[in-house]
């Protein structure tokens, strides 16, 4: 695609609710990264895969936090068990494999946990 | 660990007139990427424009261009002739050159009155 996409771009879930963020890098980026964007703050990082291999986790906040990239494209993001403290905006951004320091971002999941 | 701090939480300028945004980082490094992104309420994250740390030239993206103070670890975007799109949220962010993952300032919220 022309950029990257995210689905679904609004999610309420209710606390304990499992949910599942989805990313789609724009073709041929190799990386691939996970921001959470609580309201009034700057995206703070999560975790990045490059291809399928997920090399940086260090930034999921508890383990209820889960991602996967299986075949190197499409990533998701999983909730397990949310709380209200999860509620941010999770960002998705890939970069281009030549020379990539330049972030690419998808528009975003809201996420509400009531 | 790599802090970005901007200062001004929120800026307005008159249409047409120029603006600058402030941004500070911390770092040990001596190689690195600095950025500025723009977030309109849409959400979507766009690049404005960027800067290496190993270039001494500031760089300069039509009516954006940045003042890059390495010893200072300063890094402000200006904004001429502004027009209203242009108001957005505003992040400055940083990203070592051996890693992968940006800083996120908290933003600078910049109305343009017309």
């Known amino acids: 695609g022309a950029g990257v996409s995210q689905s679904p771009r609004y999610k309420v879930a209710k606390r304990g609710q499992d949910v599942a963020l989805r990313c789609d890098p724009i073709s041929g980026h190799v990386s691939l990264f996970w921001y959470q964007q609580a309201l009034g703050q700057g995206p703070e990082f999560l975790t990045y895969?490059?291809?399928?291999?997920?090399?940086?986790k260090s930034g999921l906040p508890s383990d209820r936090f889960f991602a996967e990239r299986p075949e190197g494209s499409v990533s998701t993001l999983k909730i397990q068990r949310t709380q209200q403290e999860d509620s941010a905006v999770y960002l998705c951004a890939s970069t281009s494999p030549i020379g990539g320091k330049t972030q690419y971002f998808g528009p975003g999941t809201r996420l509400l946990v009531l | 660990a790599q802090t970005v701090t901007q200062s001004q939480p929120e800026m307005s300028v008159q249409e047409a007139e120029t603006v600058t945004l402030s941004c500070t980082y911390d770092?040990?490094?001596?190689?690195?990427?600095l950025f500025w992104y723009k977030q309109p309420p849409s959400r979507q994250m766009i690049l404005v424009i960027r800067?290496?740390?190993?270039?001494?030239q500031n760089a300069t993206e039509n009516r954006f261009s940045v003042n890059f103070q390495k010893a200072a670890k300063s890094f402000s975007l200006k904004i001429s002739d502004s027009q209203l799109g242009d108001a957005a949220m505003y992040f400055c962010a940083y990203l070592k050159n051996t890693g992968n993952q940006f800083y996120f300032g908290t933003g600078t919220s910049l109305t343009v009155i017309p």
């Open positions: 770092t040990s490094e001596s190689d690195y990427y």
């Open positions: 800067q290496e740390a190993y270039k001494q």
């Open positions: 895969f490059q291809n399928e291999a997920q090399l940086d």
